[in-house]
């Protein structure tokens, strides 16, 4: 990989993991709400029914408070409107909703030496406060957040934007995703590609990583 000039990231699985083991149960939400009277697997469906919801245009917290109180007043059922305000308050405003891998803040510091940086992430406006406070923005040349650009990554054209701007060849970027099938799309694009896989439980056709440590490893 002596060519690799980018190094293209996804957030979620990658960089960061969801505190309470879903990315959209916070914990003031469970802290409001007893675990035992939510149906998981039904929010899991209910949730697919709003994808709509979640794969809006958003551009600013504002807009994604708004679409959180819409969410979780179509998944939860017989909740006060005030706490649903609360529990979407908190998944917009709150830090405490994600927490950073370990390796992440040394790594990235290590790798923005020799490398351009660039998160790629079906994510909303509020990651980026959540990055500039664990100290981590700067650390990216630039960053692309789906609902900002109204785009994810399965649509594929949410590849171009980096690959253009960053006027990058074939085999000038790695992209390193926990999805394989977005690893797919962004090979087709001319990127390489690696798996994240943080809990060491896939067997996958790429090359495959479990923590950003190997990540050096490999470039060196």
Request: charged share 30%.
């Amino acid at each position: 990989m002596k060519n690799i000039k980018y190094i293209i990231l996804d957030f979620g699985k990658v960089l960061a993991y969801p505190t309470t083991g879903n990315w959209n149960l916070t914990p003031r939400l469970l802290e409001l709400i007893d675990i035992k009277k939510l149906d998981i697997e039904k929010i899991k469906q209910v949730t697919k029914q709003y994808n709509n919801i979640l794969s809006e245009k958003i551009e600013t917290l504002e807009q994604e408070y708004d679409m959180y109180i819409r969410y979780y007043s179509s998944i939860l059922e017989n909740i006060d409107k005030k706490i649903i305000e609360e529990i979407s308050y908190d998944r917009t405003y709150n830090d405490d909703k994600y927490k950073l891998y370990d390796d992440v803040l040394e790594t990235l510091k290590t790798l923005k030496q020799n490398y351009k940086l660039i998160l790629l992430s079906d994510n909303w406006p509020s990651v980026i406060p959540y990055m500039k406070n664990n100290n981590i923005y700067n650390l990216f040349d630039k960053i692309y957040i789906s609902s900002i650009y109204g785009e994810e990554k399965k649509d594929k054209t949410f590849f171009n934007y980096p690959i253009k701007d960053f006027n990058i060849n074939p085999h000038e970027a790695i992209f390193i995703d926990d999805n394989e099938s977005l690893l797919d799309i962004a090979k087709e694009k001319g990127l390489d590609v690696i798996l994240m896989d943080r809990n060491k439980n896939n067997k996958s056709k790429y090359k495959t990583i479990n923590n950003l440590d190997e990540l050096k490893q490999i470039l060196n």
